[in-house]
T-cell receptor, first 114, second 111 residues
Framework: DVKVTQSSRYLVKRTGEKVFLECVQD?????MFWYRQDPGLGLRLIYF???????EKGDIPEGYSVSREKKERFSLILESASTNQTSMYLC?????????????FGPGTRLTVL | RKEVEQDPGPFNVPEGATVAFNCTYS??????FFWYRQDCRKEPKLLMS???SGNEDGRFTAQLNRASQYISLLIRDSKLSDSATYLC????????????FGKGTHLIIQP
């Protein structure tokens, strides 16, 4: 059974703090993603990575960076957290197959920036 | 820009009724389609893939209409436990940049 884990379920940080969100998957997936989900806005892609040390910007990369040093781990970094980054952050990895690209999500990290 | 549009609802439906949602997708090159279910404060989970020939899984039936670029989900004999948000999803096929998610349709099954 695929497992995607995230380092924290709930996190409270102060404006200006540096924040690290960690994601680990155990199925040797090449592709990993970070989304944020906000009421009325749905899931929005922040960054994705298709291989170790490779990263691509998603739809809303501003204010975020990522790191993929190992295949199983994809980190999201908020260099200087701001209140508008209060959100639910979801990590995902994808299993690609013949006609089926099943994306598995971690449980999410609910980040509050005060 | 790739987009998936769906009615946000909420759909308030009595227990035992049949309910259907549609969604439309803008990327005609999309090759894979899914319905995900998301419970309150939980992560999205795959409900079912949508195949060109349509597919059925118990009380759930998914259909794809490529000509009109829409996807449907039918739930028969709805249960209280079906209350959730249903996300319509399309994929480009390569998967490198992930999937495009709709904003979800909120379903409430009432006793």
């Amino acid at each position: 059974d695929v497992k995607v884990t995230q380092s924290s379920r709930y996190l409270v940080k102060r404006t200006g703090e540096k924040v690290f969100l960690e994601c680990v998957q155990d199925m040797d997936h090449e592709n990993m993603f970070w989304y944020r989900q906000d009421p009325g806005l749905g899931l929005r892609l922040i960054y994705f990575s298709y291989d170790v040390k490779m990263k691509e910007k998603g739809d809303i990369p501003e204010g975020y960076s990522v790191s993929r040093e190992k295949k199983e781990r994809f980190s999201l970094i908020l260099e200087s957290a701001s209140t508008n980054q209060t959100s639910m952050y979801l990590c995902a990895s994808i299993q690609q197959g013949l006609g089926t690209d099943t994306q598995y999500f971690g449980p999410g990290t609910r980040l509050t920036v005060l | 820009r790739k987009e998936v549009e769906q009615d946000p609802g909420p759909f308030n439906v009595p227990e035992g009724a049949t309910v259907a949602f549609n969604c439309t997708y803008s990327n005609s090159a999309s090759q894979s389609f899914f319905w995900y279910r998301q419970d309150c404060r939980k992560e999205p989970k795959l409900l079912m893939s949508v195949y060109s020939s349509g597919n059925e899984d118990g009380r759930f039936t998914a259909q794809l209409n490529r000509a009109s670029q829409y996807i449907s989900l039918l739930i028969r004999d709805s249960k209280l436990s079906d209350s959730a948000t249903y996300l319509c999803v399309s994929g480009g096929g390569g998967g490198a940049d992930g999937l495009t998610f709709g904003k979800g349709t909120h379903l409430i099954i009432q006793p």
